[in-house]
């Protein structure tokens, strides 16, 4: 006898599967070569490393220095285990059917863990078609700002990820009618799971527009310093003038060239709000709907006084319902009087 040759289902198995009598995995080659000893009598103890699932019939064969063998074979079944992934609602990730006032970026929460063999890959697809990965980001925590975009997807998975993930991963919506969005995670035997979620945007109500409109230095004439959203005429800065936000005038400590604060706030109950970090979808020229606008000020920060810059996006939720998109395109800025004013456009 010359050699020892372990298989499986016909393929010779790799020597890192393969412990001959506890020396330690690999430390063997396969096939195996006889010595001199063994030559007329071979007796040893072999662990084989399984395989993670199904049915694989495992073929231990000698042979000769005369080109004869002999063979026997056993089949092991290995019960599959399957992988496991669910949404979870808890952190507000959407877990069913959902729509969506306006295209944004919609946050799930994935669980997955590993069943027989390692996770290998989660893929996120659009109508069954995978969706470019600039538009799908996943983090540990649930915060937009800090997520990461995929790399590529399907995304492989390692290290730790191969066991079990908790991820929340958002993806950037399309634009309009209903898709359906379905999560995948295969592991490295092939196996998968997934979970689809069938998302609409809904159809809005256009915006109302108003460009060029003036919000003047509070600390200027009588009955300026304040602005209605709704008209875009000026108004006085106290609560019965009937205007939205208010100039905070000037600082009498600096001097006259200096003095501006351009500073705003909310007049009365009107609330003044600075978008979070997941407006816009395509900054203020995107913004089609008054549901956008809604849905961008409950998602936004609130501020008592804001400093103003050209450039600058406000919220306001006025006290008669309206939501209210402002946009900071020009700032007039007077050395020596109080003539000083901010040029808006306001979408309602």
């Known amino acids: 006898m010359t050699t020892f040759t372990v298989l499986e289902n016909n393929i010779v198995i790799d020597a890192s599967r393969l412990n001959y009598n506890g020396a330690g ?4 080659s396969n096939p195996y070569s006889l010595n ?3 030559a007329s009598f071979f007796d040893t103890k072999i662990d084989i490393a399984a395989q993670s699932s199904g049915d694989v019939t495992y073929t231990f064969r000698m042979s000769d220095s005369a080109g004869e063998s002999d063979e026997t074979s056993i089949t092991i079944s290995v019960t599959s285990i399957p992988l496991t992934l669910g949404f979870d609602a808890a952190n507000g990730g959407l877990s069913a059917d959902a729509t969506l006032a306006s295209p944004s970026a919609f946050k799930v929460e994935l669980v997955a863990t590993k069943g027989g063999s390692p996770l290998n890959t989660l893929t996120v697809l659009e109508d069954g078609t995978e969706v470019d990965a600039g ?3 996943f983090g540990l925590i649930d915060d937009l700002s800090q997520a990461t975009y995929f790399d590529l997807n399907p995304f492989l998975l390692v290290n ?3 066991d079990s993930f908790v991820w929340f991963v958002w993806v950037d919506s399309h634009t309009d009618g209903t898709k359906a969005y379905t999560y995948r995670v295969t592991d490295e035997s092939g196996s998968s799971e997934e979970l689809t979620l069938n998302i609409s945007i809904a159809v809005g109500t256009p915006v109302a527009e108003l460009t ?4 003047l230095n509070a600390s200027g004439p009588v009955g300026t310093g304040g602005i209605n959203l709704l008209t875009g005429d000026g108004t006085g800065s106290d609560v019965s003038d009937g205007g939205h936000i208010k100039d905070e005038g000037i600082d009498l400590s600096q001097p006259v060239a200096q003095n501006w604060k351009k500073q705003i706030s909310g007049v009365g109950n009107n609330i003044l709000r600075t978008p979070g970090v997941d407006f816009p979808v395509d900054d203020f020229a995107a913004v089609q709907f008054s549901e956008e606008i809604q849905v961008a000020f409950e998602n936004g920060d609130d501020v008592t ?3 103003v810059a050209v450039g600058d996006r406000f919220l306001v939720q006025l006290t008669t319902g309206e939501y209210v998109l402002v946009l900071v395109t020009n700032i007039e800025e007077t050395v020596d009087d109080n003539g000083d004013y901010y040029e808006l456009s306001i979408k309602y």
Do not use: C, N, P
């Open 25 to 28: 995995a690999g430390l063997t």
């Open 212 to 215: 060029g409109k003036l919000l």
């Open 160 to 162: 730790d990820e191969k």
């Open 135 to 137: 538009r799908v980001r």
């Open 305 to 307: 006084i804001a400093d």
């Open 36 to 38: 001199a000893s063994e």
